[in-house]
């Protein structure tokens, strides 16, 4: 039923930009923390970038200053513009979303990923 889609990954050079998209199912996007991880060959997934559902973000120390979140919850999209890439930034890119959901009394919480896009950073 939820439904996470990456999109804007590629090849890119050094020093270069890329902008990575992820739309989200409505049911769930207002109402969730996105967050963008990413995962290199033999390496465990970290987490690069989130935002909260209210705007707050937070960032690895080794995107900040070069990359930025956004979510535009019209949209049910959340948004990680890349720059100054470095080769060091290739891996598999994830959108991520959590929150909980509530039934009643009963809350639940979610943590849903999508299938990932790749981005290489190579001359």
């Known amino acids: 039923q939820v439904q996470l889609v990456e999109s804007g990954g590629g090849l890119v050079q050094p020093g270069g930009s890329l902008r990575l998209s992820c739309a989200a199912s409505r049911s769930i996007f207002s109402s969730s923390a996105m967050g963008w991880y990413r995962q290199a060959p033999g390496e465990q997934r970290v987490l690069v970038a989130r935002?909260?559902?209210?705007?707050?973000?937070n960032y690895a120390d080794s995107v900040k200053g070069r990359f930025t979140i956004s979510r535009d919850n019209a949209k049910n999209t959340v948004y990680l513009q890349m720059n100054s890439l470095k080769p060091e930034d290739t891996a598999v890119y994830y959108c991520?979303?959590?929150?909980?959901?509530?039934?009643?009394?009963?809350?639940?919480?979610?943590?849903?990923w999508g299938q990932g896009t790749q981005v290489t950073v190579s001359s």
């Open positions: 935002i909260t559902s209210v705007g707050g973000t």
């Open positions: 991520n979303a959590n929150g909980y959901s509530y039934s009643g009394y009963a809350r639940s919480s979610y943590d849903y």
